[in-house]
């Protein structure tokens, strides 16, 4: 069965940082891309950022450029959001997933297959 277990969620203050996990187990997990995704109450879901777990190559969304960083832990077959300089447009559930793909060289994956069950950021003083 496969599961994508997402954490590390929470309350802080602007300008602050947190740092989300993706726990995933069920398929191997070098064959997979992994990617982050928001969602703000009333808005579309928003692709944040992806990661290629064969090559670690990256992708992020222009919003969070240079302040959030993707990366991987093979041997825990876990992915990292570190999130960093928080503002409050950044407060949204945050999902991550995984698509068959060893890359994401040209790209984040169109689509994903798996999904885990989201966690709250909310950034607020």
């Known amino acids: 069965e496969v599961q994508l277990v997402e954490s590390g969620g929470g309350l802080v203050q602007p300008g602050g940082s947190l740092r989300l996990s993706c726990a995933t187990s069920g398929f191997t997990f070098e064959d997979y891309a992994i990617g982050w995704f928001r969602q703000a109450p009333g808005k579309e879901r928003e692709g944040v950022s992806c990661?290629?777990?064969?090559?670690?190559?990256?992708n992020y969304a222009g919003s969070v450029q240079g302040r959030f960083t993707i990366s991987s832990d093979n041997a825990k077959n876990t992915v990292y959001l570190q999130m960093n300089s928080l503002k409050p447009e950044d407060t949204a559930v945050y999902y991550c997933?995984?698509?068959?793909?060893?890359?994401?060289?040209?790209?984040?994956?169109?689509?994903?297959?798996?999904w885990g069950q989201g966690t709250q950021v909310t950034v607020s003083s």
């Open positions: 990661i290629g777990s064969r090559d670690g190559s990256t």
């Open positions: 997933a995984a698509e068959a793909s060893t890359t994401t060289a040209w790209g984040c994956p169109p689509k994903y297959t798996y």
